[in-house]
C-alpha cells in the first residue's frame, strides 16, 4: 500500500486500500455500483451504427478470472521476492468505468532485468469484454516473460555476458466521456534496443473496441492514410534534415546501396487510436519505417481527407 499513488480524484487512503481488498478478493461491483452503471448507460444517448467487432460474437467463456491469473503468475519461478503492486485510477465515465495497474513481473539480475506492468479494466457492465480484455493482458504478459526467462537461460547456459531486459507498461492516450485509448509498450534491450506499442480504443459508452476497418465504409482508406503519410514524412524531412524516412523522395533512399524498402502502405489492420479532439492517430514500431534512433512514429491523419470515406463522425472529428 506505501507503493499507492493518489489517483485523480483525490481518493482517501481508505478508500484506496478498500480498492486493493476488492480486487485481491475478487468481489464483485456492489449492487449499488451496478445499479448507477446500468442507469448511466440506460440514459446515454445511443450511437449511430458502425461496423464493430464486439467480443460478445465469439467469446462466451472466459479461461479464468484475472485473479486466478495473478495467482499462478506469482508461483512461478525466478520471480523477484516481492510481488510489487502499484495501482493508479483513470477515472471513466464518472468513476464508475477505471482502469488499475500493478508490477506483474519484477525480475533483476546483474546482467538481465525484466519489469512487466499490466493495466486491468474494471467497471464495464460487459463483464465478457472486460474479462476478454484483462485476461488477453494477463497471458500475452505471462508469455512475453516466459520467453525473457528462457533468453536469460539460454544466456546463462552459454556462459555469455550480454544484458538482456525488457520493460513493458502501458500509457493512456485518450481519456474522455467518448473514448478511451491505452496504448501497451515493450522495450526489449540487448545489444541494441526495440520498441513495440499496441494500442485498443474503446468506445465507453457502448462498450464495444473499435478497430480500423471499422471507422470507414470499405478498405480505400488504407491508399487514402498511407499517401498521407508519405507527404507528412517529406514535410518533415524538409523541415529538419536530422529526420529520415524511409519513403520515395527522401535523400538516399534512391541509392542502389540503400538496401532497406520504403514504405508502401500502412496494414489494413494498423496500428492507431483516437486522440482527446477526436482525431485519428497512426502508429509505427521502432525500426518500421525509419531508422531506430526516430522511435516510435505517429502521425495525426487530416479529417477532412478522411471525410468521404468515413462511417460517421462519431469517433472521428
Known amino acids: 500500500i506505501r507503493d499507492m499513488k493518489t489517483n485523480q480524484n483525490n481518493n482517501s487512503y481508505k478508500e484506496i486500500e478498500e480498492q486493493i481488498v476488492q480486487y485481491s478478493e475478487h468481489i464483485d461491483i456492489p ?21 464493430h467487432f464486439n467480443f460478445n460474437k465469439w467469446s462466451k467463456k472466459v479461461a479464468a478470472v484475472a485473479s486466478i491469473a495473478v495467482a499462478s503468475f506469482v508461483g512461478m519461478t525466478n520471480l523477484s521476492p516481492t510481488f510489487a503492486k502499484s495501482m493508479s485510477d483513470v477515472p471513466i465515465l464518472g468513476a464508475l ?4 495497474s500493478f508490477t506483474q513481473f519484477d525480475y533483476h539480475k546483474e546482467t538481465s532485468d525484466a519489469t512487466i506492468e499490466t493495466p486491468i479494466i474494471e467497471g464495464l457492465q460487459d463483464k465478457t469484454l472486460e474479462e476478454v480484455i484483462n485476461n488477453r493482458y494477463l497471458e500475452e504478459n505471462k508469455k512475453l516473460f516466459e520467453q525473457f526467462k528462457a533468453e536469460v537461460t539460454d544466456l546463462e547456459s ?5 544484458h538482456l531486459g525488457i520493460n513493458s507498461g ?45 471507422l470507414f465504409k470499405d478498405n480505400s482508406y488504407i491508399e487514402v492514410i498511407s499517401e498521407n503519410i508519405k507527404i507528412q514524412m517529406l514535410e518533415r524531412i524538409a523541415a529538419d534534415p536530422t529526420q529520415h524516412y524511409w519513403v520515395e523522395g527522401a535523400p538516399n533512399t534512391d541509392d542502389d546501396s540503400f538496401s532497406i524498402d520504403n514504405f508502401e502502405c500502412i496494414d489494413a489492420n494498423q496500428a492507431f487510436y483516437i486522440s482527446d479532439a477526436g482525431k485519428l492517430i497512426i502508429s509505427f514500431n521502432k525500426y518500421d519505417i525509419a531508422p531506430g534512433y526516430m522511435g516510435i512514429q505517429e502521425f495525426e491523419i487530416p479529417t477532412e481527407i478522411l471525410q468521404d470515406i468515413l462511417v460517421s463522425n462519431y469517433y472521428i472529428k
Do not use: C, M
Request: proline share 3%.
Open 97 to 100: 468505468i477505471k482502469v488499475i
Open 31 to 51: 449492487e449499488e455500483l451496478d445499479f448507477i452503471v446500468k442507469r448511466a448507460i440506460k440514459e446515454g444517448k445511443a450511437a449511430p451504427k458502425q461496423k
Open 170 to 214: 502501458f500509457e493512456i492516450k485518450t481519456n474522455n466521456d467518448q473514448i478511451l485509448s491505452i496504448g501497451r509498450y515493450i522495450v526489449n534491450t540487448s545489444a541494441s534496443s526495440s520498441t513495440t506499442i499496441t494500442y485498443d480504443t474503446l468506445d465507453k459508452q457502448n462498450e464495444i473496441i473499435i478497430t480500423l476497418p471499422s
Open 158 to 162: 552459454s556462459g555469455q555476458s550480454a
